[in-house]
């Protein structure tokens, strides 16, 4: 590979929500490895309300990393907390007919954002050492990121062609991909939940999946039995700027 280079917007996306935002950014280059779960593994994990989104019936966790840029929170971009990447580990739900996610946990290389997530909206935020790199060249592109715990390097590295298209709706790929809601629990049991809007994202076809991963270091010993499994789909998705509303 040659050439490391950024993310730039989309040339004439335009983003609307009629709810107010309080978070503004770009969310670029997505890694989604996800596996396959028997339902009763993530049951007791679902915020009250809701239920499993399952497929084939079949419960699924997804190691998501990405790129978190330009970010404005209540419209104010903060110096030195505009451009990180993010690693999480996030499993599907729903309320009725929303689709939405839940997190296990959120790594971020900056110890407030870990703070504010946890003390202000109880997010399972952490922080840890982290980088993120983009490189293209030849018709394909390598996404890495590197996250510190554990004592050693945790390491997740793609490969896909360099040219995204918009999967077909009922796709695999779109299953994972496109959700519209988040929620999580309340410090007093109750759930939170919150939207977020983004154009439908294209994807790169993923040639290879290199995944150096401690499940048991990064997420704690009940997850350790992930490194023996093969993940069920890899998606990388293009992204887009996001608006991020509470409801």
Not at 234 to 244: I, N, Q, T, W
Request: glycine letters at 8%; hydrophobic letters at 40%.
């Amino acid at each position: 590979m040659s050439e490391l280079i950024t993310t730039d917007p989309v040339e004439g996306t335009r983003l609307t929500t009629a709810r107010f935002a309080f978070l503004r950014a770009e969310w670029r280059r997505l890694c989604l490895v996800t596996y396959a779960l028997e339902p009763a593994r993530l049951e007791p994990l679902v915020p009250p309300g809701l239920s499993l989104d399952l497929r084939e019936g079949k419960a699924f966790v997804s190691l998501v990393a990405f790129d978190f840029l330009r970010t404005r929170v209540l419209g104010i971009p903060w110096p030195g907390y505009r451009d990180f990447p993010e690693i999480n580990l996030r499993f599907y739900v729903r309320q009725g007919e929303r689709r939405g996610v839940a997190f296990v946990r959120e790594y971020v290389p900056k110890r407030l954002i870990a703070w504010i997530a946890r003390w202000l909206y109880n997010e399972p935020y952490v922080y840890a050492p982290m980088t993120s790199s983009t490189r293209a060249g030849e018709g394909a592109l390598e996404i890495e990121h590197r996250l510190r715990v554990g004592g050693k390097d945790q390491v997740l590295r793609v490969q896909a062609d360099a040219t995204p298209a918009l999967a077909p709706q009922d796709s695999t790929e779109t299953f994972f991909k496109e959700h519209t809601w988040g929620y999580g629990t309340s410090r007093r049991g109750g759930l939170v939940t919150y939207e977020v809007r983004h154009p439908l994202w294209r994807t790169y076809p993923v040639r290879d999946l290199q995944l150096e991963w401690d499940w048991g270091a990064v997420y704690g010993p009940e997850w350790a039995d992930l490194g023996e499994l093969e993940p069920a789909s890899v998606v990388l998705a293009e992204g887009s700027p996001v608006a991020v509303s509470p409801c």
